[in-house]
């Protein structure tokens, strides 16, 4: 009974060092450019199971300083793919998530927003679905009856590596766990013998909404708004070849004139498409939140 405020002070200290911990490496990362950042960031404990040792009681709260730091090396070199800077990016990420989820087996945000980071294509992210798939089955590992954890990882196969067959079993496999959503055995049925068409992923990521996670919900939101302007990109190019190249290329005037456009159209984030006038092709822009678009040879036109 008396061992609790004893370890009152304690706590406070360690609370403490976390919190000077966070604020001096976002002062650092201010105030160094970032590739400066970058290189300082290989300083840190490579080893997940050297980290967990020189750590002894205070594993969970390292590990929050080590999800933070992968949250500010994903955030950085987003930023900069976005500023079109040349050089590798995401180096640090996996090994990052992977000592953090080391250090705290139990992370749960760890492993399920951690995948999706490393599954992002590139540029814009890692492009490492295999990487995700790793992640994930540590966390299975660590605790095999979360069917999320399995569900995920056949989201990774479906979503990004496009194997329908892998993407089944595993969406079979959480369909086996306690407390499994009764829709995933239907769902892994669909995998085996429906091809890559975008209601079965929105199907998916409308499920993920749900989620008790905010990120998860964020990522889930944004992917469906990508599913959108895939629909709308698809529409916007039959309008084009249906008018036809005009004056030598396509342009949003001929559709515009014709009164099919009220102006250049947006996409569901609201940032203009771009248009290539020699092959009327539209994208999204680089600017755009949802930019980079997933591979479009998952959603076959």
Known sequence: MTAAPARLPLAGLALAALAGAILLQAVRDLRYPRNEALRAGVLYVRSPEAMRRLTFGFQALAADV???????HYGGDRLDARAGAAGPRYQLLYPLLDIATTLDPYFNIAYRFGAIFLGE??????????????????????????????HDVGFVYYW?????????????????????PNWLPSLAASMLTRSNDRATARFMWQQLLKSEQAWIRTSAERSLLQIEALDQLDQLE?????????????????????GLLRGVPLDPAGVPYELEPSTGRVHVGPQSPLWPMPDETVHPR
């Open 121 to 150: 294509p590139s540029p814009g992210g890692p492009g490492r679905p295999d990487q995700a798939v790793a992640l994930l089955r540590k966390g299975i590992a660590a605790m095999p009856q979360k069917w999320e954890y399995y």
């Open 66 to 72: 080590y999800w933070v730091r992968a949250l500010q």
């Open 238 to 258: 039959a309008a084009l070849r249906r008018v036809g190249a005009q004056g030598g290329g396509y342009a949003w005037s001929s559709l515009i004139a014709r």
């Open 160 to 180: 990004r590596l496009r194997d329908y067959q892998a993407a089944g079993h595993w969406f079979q496999r959480a369909a086996e766990q306690p407390g499994a």
